[in-house]
Nanobody
């Protein structure tokens, strides 16, 4: 069974950091680009960042500029999203998703073949 599982979310104070993980099972991530999306209550799902199969990165969220690091460990079949200087407006469910090889210049959720179930990130004092 092909599956993506996110973890690492939680409640954090403003200014804190989290590292989200996206682990694949049932297939290898080597040939996939992995995108991160987030969805806040009452809002559309938005693209956050993407890493292609060779490790090249594309960041989509201007509001998170300079605060994101996306990385991959193909040996562990896992992609990571480090978010620093968290703000209350970063509160959302964060999803990872897989598509073939390359990240697009603009995030398009419909290009992705596999999705995880999401992990909640809550930023509050």
């Amino acid at each position: 069974q092909l599956q993506l599982v996110e973890s690492g979310g939680g409640l954090v104070q403003p200014g804190g950091s989290l590292r989200l993980s996206c682990a694949a099972s049932g297939f290898t991530l080597d040939y996939y680009a992995i995108g991160w999306f987030r969805q806040a209550p009452g809002k559309e799902r938005e693209g956050v960042s993407c890493i292609n199969s060779r490790g090249g990165m594309t960041n989509y969220a201007d509001s998170m500029k300079g605060r994101l690091t996306i990385s991959r460990d193909n040996a562990k079949n896992t992609v990571y999203l480090q978010i620093n200087s968290l703000k209350p407006e970063d509160t959302a469910v964060y999803y990872c998703a897989a598509k073939g090889f390359y990240c697009s210049d603009y995030p398009n959720r419909y290009e992705y073949d596999y999705w995880g179930q999401g992990t909640q990130v809550s930023v509050s004092s």
